[in-house]
């Protein structure tokens, strides 16, 4: 017996501009909007006049005028990196588009993550378009005005991506074939209202396959998109397909099945949802404040054997992929004190260093030397800095830094003094850049100290999250009297050793 749908034309929406998407044609559709961001209007015929020079897909003409954006724009807002431009009035880059730019994720990465975290509610599925309109219409389903809204009433709370991928890992666990069909698909999982319902899915999969009948007509009206996320999928790490009508788990997943397992169970937690509550445009924008950024948790799925696969790192990594940082900080042997001069949040607040040359043609060649991956890698450095400092300096700090070395020096009225060292990382990257600060903010406080300063509070500041029960947590505060700083996008937390003597300035600085 087949489920009825949540509502009446129920399908999985999904834009068609992914199903040719390849690695550089994304890569260098957002390295040239990035020189644009923050611009509120005529960025859109600037951008398009910057793929034509740099050589990137067709001119698109409408009319006689070249459109690419137009085309393609919808493609990054649905993927998380930037902003949609429809509820967005200032072209804005999400800190995942900026780690894409930096090197910090790789394209496959990118799609495997996004594609199962993509959610129905979601911000940028509002539209109820007519044809589902004119179903429920007939059906006389009242309906709101959005469909984010509409869905939630209906109770769908679903990861397609995540719902397909468990499929796969229960069939491989019960020495089934791990393939799902689009039929299958169909039939069986476009009538799944959350992701907890794997298990229906997954016995009347089974039950078919035993008995087969003929379902390729089940919830037809589906087909075309489901068609759309077996390609997409297929671009990412954790599914392969011979044909378009086919899904079957990757190598990779096959060989890291439990790690699958894990993040699949991870995934259907509701915590790991984006939870509407309104529907209004700043509750849209809070979509892409979610999925614009990947959390601790969900970095799970980023792979850690990348680095001695070339054939991988040129597939994936466009620009390359973003090295280990060294301290760049060159000191001469007799020199102890800091160059220490009041932040710049001027210089901190800028959209982007690129933005200064009107020359298009000078531009292209900018970004063909790969100046997108170095500044973007900088602007999410620099932004946290900034934001930092700004606080402080409304608590009437007196906040300093150095560009060789120390990132942000705050000195508070009561005399008390804190070093603070920013890094963007990755679960990847974390350990690396742990080491790399600790070794920073010990050698500035000393150093400052030597100069003369009383002795400094040293914190460390990373863009992802880590909770009191992280080992790094309790390895930093209590084992070496270190602050710990997490702060990714729309999130803050802080903890701090017990006898620092100005946590009270930062500890709950994001309540």
Known sequence: MIRPLPYPGHSWSFTQHAVGLDANTLYDFLKCAAPFEGDVEGYDEK??????????????????????????QQLLAELGLIYSTKICRALTLTELGHMFLAGEIGFSELVGVQALRYQYPNGQKSTIQSRLRRELASASIPFPDTLTEFQAGRQVLLKPGALILRVLVELHKAGLNPS???????A??????????????????????????????????????????FKFLKKSDFFMGGNTSQLLLSTYAMSNIDLVMEYCASQEKETSFWIPIEFDIPARLSWFDWFGHISFEAQKALRFDITNDAEYLEKNYVAG?????????????????????????????????????????????????????????TLLHDRIIMELAESFIAQGATVESDPDSVDLCAVWPSGGSAIFEVKTVTRRSLQVRLRTAIGQVEEYAYRRQRAGNVVSDRVVVVNTELDSKAWQTSFLTDHLGIGLICKPASSYSAYAPRDAQTKQHWLTLGN
Not at 47 to 72: F, H, K, P
């Open 47 to 72: 951008i398009t006049a910057l793929m034509v020079a740099s050589g990137i897909l067709t001119t698109n003409e409408r009319d006689g005028e070249q459109d690419a954006w137009r085309d393609y």
């Open 180 to 186: 799902l069909t689009v039929s299958e698909c169909q």
């Open 188 to 229: 069986f999982l476009i009538p799944c209202r959350a992701n907890s319902e794997w298990a229906k899915a997954f016995s009347e999969i089974v039950t078919h396959r035993k008995l087969p009948t003929n379902i390729d007509d089940v919830y037809r009206h589906s087909r075309r998109n489901i068609q759309d996320w």
């Open 321 to 377: 992929i973003e090295e280990e940082e060294e301290d760049g900080d060159v000191v001469s042997s007799d020199v102890a004190s800091l160059n220490l001069k009041p932040v710049d949040l001027e210089h901190l607040g800028r959209n982007t260093p690129l933005k200064s040359s009107g020359d298009i043609a000078a531009l292209a060649d900018s970004l063909r030397k790969g100046a997108q991956k170095r500044h973007a890698k």
